[in-house]
């Protein structure tokens, strides 16, 4: 079993939904949650994190955290074409004087206009 | 533009044979680290540096090996290649080990093809 879990997709949306993604996983010692984002032929980058469980809103884009369920989700609102892309969740803990980051497989969203 | 710096952009070459991928963190960043990104395993992280020193090993072939300079630019050797290297392979760089929440800078990869 993978330390953590994300449906691949792909996803597709018309313009203007809801759109939900979410991961599982399975050590309770990550700390931080993060969710990337990574268009076409680029590399990763971050969108937002959260600290333990709780939410997170960033303008359109909210991230949630449940650790007593090990779940992670991200909700994006008022999608819009340029949303579309594949998004990674990513977590993180202190090991040994280093942090350990593992990520998701990511789920390609493409937002249909 | 992410301020980290990836060469080549592509690379195609046969197998067996090997290749050098480079890697100039961020402006301020010391840390470095390389991973893989191929469509079935997503990311895997595979080494880590800090101002010079490796710091953390993942997932690593024997095959490949790593290094950070005096400048912190950061190369990584991939020797005896195989079929199954055929990936993308990113450099990201972090201003210190711990970043907590801060995440890393990636650059934009190398999409390596070995045929």
């Known amino acids: 079993q993978k330390e953590v879990e994300q449906d691949p997709g792909p996803l597709s949306v018309p313009e203007g939904a809801i759109v939900s993604l979410n991961c599982t996983y399975s050590n309770s010692a990550f700390q931080y949650f993060m969710w990337y984002r990574q268009y076409s032929r680029k590399g990763p980058e971050l969108l937002m994190y959260t600290y333990s469980s709780g939410n997170k809103e960033d303008g359109r884009f909210t991230a949630q955290v449940d650790k007593s369920s090990k779940y992670i989700s991200l909700f994006i609102r008022d999608s819009q074409p340029s949303d579309s892309a594949t998004y990674l969740c990513a977590m993180s803990l202190n090991s040994g004087g280093y942090q350990k980051v593992t990520f998701g497989t990511g789920t390609k969203l493409q937002v249909i206009p | ?115």
């Open chain 2, 1 to 115: 533009d992410s301020g980290v710096t990836q060469t080549p952009k592509h690379l195609i070459t046969a197998t067996g044979q090997r290749v050098t991928l480079r890697c100039s963190p961020r402006s301020g960043d010391l840390s470095v680290y390389w991973y893989q990104q191929s469509l079935d395993q997503g990311l895997q992280f595979l080494i880590q540096y800090y101002n010079g020193e490796e710091r953390a090993k993942g997932n690593i072939l024997e095959r490949f090996s790593a290094q950070q300079f005096p400048d912190l630019h950061s190369e990584l050797n991939l020797s005896s290649l195989e079929l199954g290297d055929s990936a993308l392979y990113f450099c990201a760089s972090s201003p210190s080990l711990i970043t907590g929440g801060y995440g890393y800078t990636f650059g934009s990869g190398t999409r390596l093809t070995v045929v």
